[in-house]
């Protein structure tokens, strides 16, 4: 699997949000990445990617519009994030108190054959709101949500029709395979549900 590209990444000078904010859209530009999933000490945290910008659920639909309370990407209470995009994912993680960690994985050059691709269902069952090209989605009667950097026809929609597309790549050792490493690929709705 020599054609998967993994690779540790610099980490300079992350220090505060500001900071954090600038490598990720750094990131984003230089590997031409689409969308970012944040898991955070207070939620997880859905953004975007244009022309280098981020944008996150947070920002778009705010308190006390919509009656949400979405986390905001601060480099104290995140816990790891994941850019990607179709070619290329970076994942930031932190270790111990303050170390940061980096990686990317680039796998244009492979074939299908390199790789299991799935696409995972996500949370979500209705459509609620559409912003600025974030969809507010909701599910279950306790009325949880979260906002995907998505919009399009979703209205109407009352089943499971958003979707994570991974690629599990996989390592042969003495004729056994196993996955070693997974990455994120695209975040789509899935019209057929």
Known sequence: MSKVLCKKLPIDGIVD???????????????????LLAHAE??????????????????????PEFN?????????????????????????WKVGQDDWKARSIE??????????????ILWGTKAEKESNGFTLVSDGSQGLKH??????????KDSRFLRLK???????DDGVARIYLSRLVNLYFDSNT
């Open 17 to 35: 949000n500001g900071t954090l904010r600038t490598w990720l859209e750094e990131q984003a530009r230089t590997w031409n990445l689409n969308y």
């Open 42 to 63: 207070d939620g997880v945290i859905w953004g975007r990617f244009d022309s280098g910008k981020l944008t996150t659920a947070e920002q778009i639909f705010h308190q």
């Open 68 to 92: 949400v309370d979405f986390p905001s990407l601060r480099v104290f209470t995140l816990q790891q994030c994941r850019i990607f995009g179709k070619n290329t994912e970076v994942m930031l």
């Open 107 to 120: 796998d244009k050059y492979l074939s299908e054959e390199d790789y299991i691709s799935e696409n995972q």
């Open 147 to 156: 906002a995907v950097p998505l919009s399009g026809s979703f209205k109407g």
């Open 166 to 172: 991974v690629h599990h790549y996989i390592h042969y």
